[in-house]
């Protein structure tokens, strides 16, 4: 039996309940067309695209949107040329892109989360899950530097922006992906739960790092580290690619990263 996008779909929303003003949606495709392949990705960018088109997967499920804005709108970007010529690769190569967003976030535990955790080797760290957290305990002697520098080493990535000092020792920490790096969320979980180190994708700069800015002058050892928000929640999709690919043996399923979109200069 051939497996349309609807399967995939239907699988990948069997177990949760999705939010009435969901954002998880087939984008472009049709949910009827017959799966050639499937590329998995964070961003579905032009050369992520073009990779599918060359490798004859016709089915891109990636966890934030093609056309620039959450909701997916694209009334305001008539006539843009950068998403014309988007808009037609994928019309001409016959592309189906799928936003897996809500859903992974609401698999148990958090596939996003999970993935990142688990890219980090940190699994056996995990104390209590949150919705919104995986929260830690590091082993002893384990400096805010030291903890950096595994992140960078890990993902493979060049920097992470720290608010606090490096040398302070961190005996747990929480981390969060996507842009749940926010005071509403971090602020009351370093009280609460006792933390030393928060560890997220992105937030507004006025928020957490600032309070991280005023501990730290208050004499209170507290530390941020932002990591990025595609370089947080990448892993999730590497790890939702490879449970696809067991869940569906007789396709081919790839998991295709990015470039960071910042460069230090």
Not at 101 to 124: M, N
Not at 172 to 194: C, K, M, S, Y
Request: net charge negative; with cysteine; charged share 20%.
């Amino acid at each position: 039996m051939s497996i349309t996008i609807q399967h995939v779909i239907n699988h990948l929303t069997a177990k949760v309940k999705l939010p009435e003003n969901t954002v998880d949606q087939l984008i472009t495709g049709s949910p009827n067309h017959t799966v050639t392949g499937i590329f998995v990705t964070f961003m579905p960018t032009q050369h992520v695209i073009k990779q599918a088109i060359q490798h004859g997967a016709n089915l891109i499920i990636a966890h934030e949107p093609p056309f620039y804005n959450h909701h997916s709108h694209t009334d305001w970007l008539t006539d843009d040329p950068v998403y014309e010529t988007k808009r037609k690769l994928i019309e001409k190569g016959g592309i189906a892109i799928y936003r897996c967003h809500d859903a992974i976030h609401r698999f148990q535990p958090d596939g996003i989360t999970e993935g990142l955790v688990h890219s980090l080797g940190w699994s056996s760290y995990v104390v209590q899950r949150k919705p919104e957290a995986d929260l830690l305990s590091f082993p002893e002697g384990m400096t805010v530097q030291l903890i950096a520098e595994h992140i960078k080493r890990s993902l493979g990535i060049k920097y992470v922006r720290l608010a606090g000092d490096p040398k302070m020792v961190c005996r747990r920490a929480a981390v969060l992906v996507g842009f749940r790096g926010n005071g509403n969320l971090t602020i009351p979980l370093l009280e609460q739960e006792d933390l030393d180190l928060i560890i997220a994708g992105e937030g507004f700069e006025w928020e957490t790092p600032e309070y991280i800015r005023d501990a730290v002058q208050q004499g209170i050892q507290k530390a941020l580290l932002m990591i990025g928000h595609a370089e947080s929640e990448a892993s999730g999709m590497k790890l939702l690619s490879d449970r696809l690919a067991a869940a569906f043996p007789e396709l081919v399923v790839h998991f295709i990263g990015e470039q960071p979109v910042y460069q230090v200069i």
